[in-house]
């Protein structure tokens, strides 16, 4: 059974995790959107997306793309969660793993790394 929750109350766990970001990185992030959606239709069990040119891949030709954008999945997450605590604690991995891949950092690195 799913943690209940409000979406206000889930975006601001979502704010706070980004606040997590040591601020050096957290000025390094430019041209990025952070979003909450319910679930990927594509993938439900998705707990979030990352959609762009990762910063280790961008050239000149980058200049006027749109934004890349971070997608964290609330009803996912909320599924996957037994308590409000482990909500905040799995937030917190999610957005930190997405944030990681705008750094370019791949998928098989951050399970190495614990943020899997």
Known sequence: MPVPMTEAAFEELVSEALDLIPPKLARAIDNVVV???????????????YQG????????????????????????LLELCETPEQVVEEVAITVIHEIAHYFGIEEERLHQLGWG
């Not at 040119?53 to 000149?60: G, K, P, V």
């Open 53 to 76: 040119i990762a910063l280790t891949e961008r050239d000149s030709h980058y200049g006027g793309s749109l934004p890349d954008t971070i997608t964290i999945y609330r009803e996912a």
């Open 35 to 49: 979003l909450v959606e319910d679930r990927d239709p594509e993938d439900p069990g998705l707990l979030g997306l």
